[in-house]
Nanobody
Framework: QVQLVESGGGLVQAGGSLRLSCAASGLTFSSYSMGWFRQAPGKEREFVAGISWSGASTFYADSVKGRFTISRANAKNTVYLQMNSLKAEDTAVYYC??????????????????WGQGTQVTASS
């Protein structure tokens, strides 16, 4: 049974930082590219950041480029999202997702096979 469990969310003042983690189990982690998505109240889920199976390739939404960094530790079956200079508009539930690496990387949420339950991030202004 595949499980993705996010942690590290919380309440932070605008301008602050948070580091999200996503621990994976039940799959061969290094066979999957990983992504982070977010969904704010009343809005559709949107892509935030993605990383290839090896970590060699990363890509970001324009809205977070230069502020957020995605990374992974395959030995720990974990993907991270370091979020700096948080803004009120970054407030959302953040989800990690896994996509079989053989299918390539994607910014489309419908291209991911497995999802975590989400963690709330609130940046107060």
């Amino acid at each position: 049974q595949v499980q993705l469990v996010e942690s590290g969310g919380g309440l932070v003042q605008a301008g602050g930082s948070l580091r999200l983690s996503c621990a994976a189990s039940g799959l061969t982690f290094s066979s999957y590219s990983m992504g982070w998505f977010r969904q704010a109240p009343g809005k559709e889920r949107e892509f935030v950041a993605g990383i290839s199976w090896s970590g060699a390739s990363t890509f970001y939404a324009d809205s977070v480029k230069g502020r957020f960094t995605i990374s992974r530790a395959n030995a720990k079956n974990t993907v991270y999202l370091q979020m700096n200079s948080l803004k009120a508009e970054d407030t959302a539930v953040y989800y990690c997702a896994a996509r079989l690496a053989a299918r390539g990387t994607s910014t489309n949420q419908y291209g991911y096979e497995y999802w975590g339950q989400g963690t709330q991030v609130t940046a107060s202004s």
